[in-house]
T-cell receptor, first 114, second 113 residues
Framework: AQSVAQPEDQVNVAEGNPLTVKCTYS??????LFWYVQYPNRGLQFLLK??????LVKGSYGFEAEFNKSQTSFHLKKPSALVSDSALYFC????????????FGKGNQVVVIP | SAVISQKPSRDICQRGTSLTIQCQVD?????MFWYRQQPGQSLTLIAT?????????ESGFVIDKFPISRPNLTFSTLTVSNMSPEDSSIYLC??????????FGSGTRLTVV
């Protein structure tokens, strides 16, 4: 089965510093990878996805992610973090053997310190 | 991408009762899914809602407890039946459109007392 791992529980970063949220994947075949953000008491908001094409994917709110096949990683990055970026971030992979459902990582709480 | 309207946004229910959650999508979508999320935790898939046929349930989830309907390509309901405090959670619906865009509803925060 397809899966993703988010090794960290919480990421703390000072406002204005670069933000990185890590994700590694395990799939058979070509991965379809996604990043979502969840603010308190809200649903999941789509940030970006990788299906094919350029390894560097640009998404919403200034976020980007780099698909690295050799390292089986899809880390989320933002050059300069904002306090408003404090939220729960999820990496996900499409389960091609499982009826197109998404398999989610455990999530990372990002705290941007003013 | 599709926009999902999910309701209710929250509810407090007595144990032993049932709650039906509705999701309306603003366009026809190929697939719809129902997830459960404990606060601050990851999402666990309950089932895939199939249009015109029985839902496909994940291990640990059964139709008697979580009956699902999907009468057309834009609407689905999830019922949480015979609720207990252990069912207190956030329930989210999701839709997959033709461009591999997965959209989520805003969630239903359920508390069973």
């Amino acid at each position: 089965a397809q899966s993703v791992a988010q090794p960290e529980d919480q990421v703390n970063v000072a406002e204005g510093n670069p933000l990185t949220v890590k994700c590694t994947y395990s799939v058979s075949g070509n991965p379809y990878l996604f990043w979502y953000v969840q603010y308190p008491n809200r649903g999941l908001q789509f940030l970006l996805k990788y299906i094919t094409g350029d390894n560097l994917v640009k998404g919403s709110y200034g976020f980007e992610a780099e698909f690295n096949k050799s390292q089986t990683s899809f880390h989320l990055k933002k050059p300069s973090a904002l306090v408003s970026d404090s939220a729960l971030y999820f990496c996900a992979v499409r389960d091609i053997g499982g009826n197109n459902r998404l398999a989610f990582g455990k999530g990372n709480q990002v705290v941007v310190i003013p | 991408s599709a926009v999902i309207s999910q309701k209710p946004s929250r509810d407090i229910c007595q144990r032993g009762t049932s709650l039906t959650i509705q999701c309306q999508v603003d366009s026809q979508v190929t697939m719809m899914f129902w997830y459960r999320q404990q606060p601050g935790q990851s999402l666990t898939l309950i089932a895939t809602a199939n249009q015109g046929s029985e839902a496909t349930y994940e291990s640990g989830f059964v139709i008697d407890k979580f009956p699902i309907s999907r009468p057309n390509l834009t609407f689905s309901t999830l019922t949480v039946s015979n609720m207990s405090p252990e069912d207190s959670s956030i329930y989210l619906c999701s839709a997959l459109d033709t461009n591999y865009g997965y959209t989520f509803g805003s969630g239903t925060r359920l508390t069973v007392v």
